[in-house]
């Protein structure tokens, strides 16, 4: 799977409505065949962060997810309300899905 894990600074003014800001962005990707998740966090020591953790099926997927027209729709409509560019990881992990942690494994 493509792992992606992204951090977004949010304009101070725009932080606490990031959430519906995005969320056309979100549900769209989110129903997309390939998408395995995509799920924003927001910071805790910095409130105009917010980190989004997402992941697709496979280079396919990904490839469909970036040339979707939401995906041209974000490009022009969100970077507004951002106060620099998003920083990325992107990695290919060779699993589908979530692991348990078996260092904080619960009884």
Known sequence: MIFITA???????????WPEIARDFT????AEPGCLWY???RGLDDPNE?????????????????GSE?????????PQYLAETP???????DQDGWS???ELAVE
């Open 70 to 78: 939401h995906f041209r729709t974000a490009q022009r409509e969100l």
């Open 87 to 93: 920083r990325i990881v992107n990695a290919k992990v």
């Open 27 to 30: 549900e769209a990707t989110r």
């Open 39 to 41: 799920d924003w966090s």
């Open 100 to 102: 348990e942690l078996g």
């Open 50 to 66: 917010y980190v989004l953790v997402e992941a697709f099926r496979d280079d396919d997927a990904g490839a469909a997810h970036v």
């Open 7 to 17: 951090k977004f600074r949010v304009r101070p003014e725009h932080a606490d409505r």
